[in-house]
T-cell receptor, first 115, second 114 residues
């Protein structure tokens, strides 16, 4: 399975943009890039996903490199409620179609937001 | 509201005892998952099920068992063979067949050994 690499931790100030990087150099052509975040003592929640093009939603933006070997989650204005662990994972396609259900989460990036 | 419900929120196990963690979803999802999380660590996959009456081992299935008799339910039993069961357990679900589909997680069960 393709792996992802993220920094262990990052720090930001409130109301400033945050760029969270993820490397996935062994990504396959049909792997989707998903981002989740986990607040303390809670289950992870979905943030955003994409395949090739950059994506925007109400929570964040996802910038995908042209070669797809890396991606960046962008929080446009960090708030204290954005302090969480952010996970970048790849959702693979099985041969013959269908989704790979064996999803692997690494340690993610712990984002600290300073007031 | 649709979602995933895990119970109990906190659970204590005595030595040699089996305990069962409940996971129920009303999202009409085919796929369900169990993950284990240790302090400061990522999530590790225990078992997953793509459809009713079918499930597969994940990366750390030893000492655990599951069943999938109903679409809505995917209980996890932590058996006495699991020697280090203290962890935060997370259940998730997703639709089937579309690799863009996102996972929905429950709020977790913290299991501790007495």
């Amino acid at each position: 399975d393709a792996k992802t690499t993220q920094p262990n931790s990052m720090e930001s100030n409130e109301e400033e943009p945050v760029h969270l990087p993820c490397n996935h150099s062994t990504i396959s052509g049909t792997d989707y890039i998903h981002w989740y975040r986990q607040l303390p003592s809670q289950g992870p929640e979905y943030v955003i996903h994409g395949l090739t093009s950059n994506v925007n939603n109400r929570m964040a933006s996802l910038a995908i490199a042209e070669d797809r070997k890396s991606s960046t989650l962008i929080l446009h204005r960090a708030t204290l409620r954005d302090a969480a662990v952010y996970y970048c994972i790849l959702r693979a396609t099985l041969r013959g179609g269908g989704s790979n259900y064996k999803l692997t989460f690494g340690k993610g990036t712990l984002l600290t937001v300073n007031p | 509201d649709g979602g995933i419900t895990q119970s109990p929120k906190y659970l204590f196990r005595k030595e040699g005892q089996n305990v069962t963690l409940s996971c129920e979803q009303n999202l009409n999802h085919d796929a369900m998952y169990w993950y284990r999380q240790d302090p400061g660590q990522g999530l590790r996959l225990i078992y997953y099920s793509q459809i009713v009456n079918d499930f597969q081992k994940g990366d750390i299935a030893e000492g655990y068992s599951v069943s999938r008799e109903k679409k809505e339910s995917f209980p996890l039993t932590v058996t006495s063979a699991q020697k280090n069961p203290t962890a935060f357990y997370l259940c998730a679900s997703s639709g089937r067949g579309d690799y863009s589909e996102k996972l929905f997680f429950g709020s977790g069960t913290q299991l501790s050994v007495l």
